[in-house]
């Protein structure tokens, strides 16, 4: 695809990198067949090719609107199209930027920033989400039924196996996880316990960042990732082999992240990223 963006945009690393990812698409709309929101809407703008072309309109100056918001924001950011992309356009990371371009150029109503706000303030801590959810959970009748039917039915936790086995494997408890579900990761245990597997967690661990990430919170996201490598870091060294991730959002791109914000890549020798520091999907 040729490109036409702005020199002072070129000048930045987050132009050239979204440079490169349009021009690698070729059009060819191989995409659609994969993605969600197409399959449901059936309008070009909610698919990947259609997505791809809002932000490239505004990388290269077009005043966007709120129609760019309205097909930006149904994206799910489930890359199911980048398996299907014959050309490998890295379309999450060209989304990230043209999202965070999009906020900074047309921004949000109050009310949406407020809400945002106010969900990033809450979901991601459990402390806080919990005797909120409780208190929905007893005042439930009193809801519109749309967001009644939302409600997580309360889950009864099964024990943690107190086993302990040579392999471990650290689990991400999560932060809404651990609240609306919270015996996921217990149940994970208990079928791992019977494979000869270990399952911990890191308490110090907490929310991967998904959500703020998603909402162009970079830096909020980037400060949550590292607080949980951290908090892996020691378990990772002394011989945990693998982080399972039992949620969604946690995505395999957290170390491209971070290296961005720190100017750094993956063959930075003095950085190890071993094979058992797996970012899964
Ligand atoms: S990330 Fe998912 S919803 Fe978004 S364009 Fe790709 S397939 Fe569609
Ligand atoms: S499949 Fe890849 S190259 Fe083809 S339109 Fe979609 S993103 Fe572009």
């Not at 799910?76 to 379309?91: D, I, K, M, Q």
């Not at 959810?133 to 007893?138: K, T």
């Not at 892996?232 to 395999?252: F, K, L, P, Y």
Request: glycine letters at 6%; aromatic letters at 4%; proline letters at 7%.
């Amino acid at each position: 695809m040729q490109t036409r963006l702005p020199e002072t945009l070129l000048a930045t690393a987050a132009g050239q990198e979204a440079d490169r990812i349009l021009r690698s698409c070729v059009h060819c709309g191989f995409c659609t067949a994969t993605c969600p929101t197409y399959q449901l809407l059936g309008d070009e703008l909610d698919s990947p090719r259609g997505r791809i072309y809002l932000i490239k309109q505004m990388l290269e100056g077009n005043e966007p609107g709120s129609h760019t918001r309205l097909h930006l924001d149904r994206c799910l950011t489930c890359r199911a199209c980048e398996t299907t992309c014959p050309s490998g356009v890295n379309y999450h990371r060209l989304l990230d930027i043209g999202r965070e371009e999009l906020d900074r150029r047309l921004p949000r109503p109050a009310a949406e920033r407020l809400l945002q706000r106010a969900l990033r303030l809450v979901l991601p801590y459990p402390r806080r989400f919990r005797p909120l959810l409780g208190l929905g959970r007893g005042f439930a009748r009193l809801l519109p039924s749309g967001l009644r039917h939302k409600l997580p039915p309360a889950q009864a936790v099964p024990a943690w196996p107190t086993v302990t086995h040579s392999r471990r494997m650290l689990a991400l408890a999560g932060c809404v996880q651990s609240v609306a579900t919270p015996a996921t990761n217990a149940v994970t245990a208990r079928v791992l316990d019977r494979l000869g597997i270990q399952l911990i967690e890191a308490p110090a661990a907490g929310c991967c960042g998904a959500m703020s990430h998603h909402f162009a919170a970079a830096d909020e996201a980037r400060a949550m990732m590292r607080r949980n490598i951290d908090a892996w870091w020691a378990d990772i060294e002394q011989g945990a082999e693998a982080r399972a991730i039992v949620n969604s959002g946690v995505r395999r791109d957290q170390a491209a992240l971070l290296l961005s914000s720190m100017s750094l890549s993956t063959s930075t020798p003095s950085l190890n990223f071993t094979p058992s520091m797996t970012f899964a999907r």
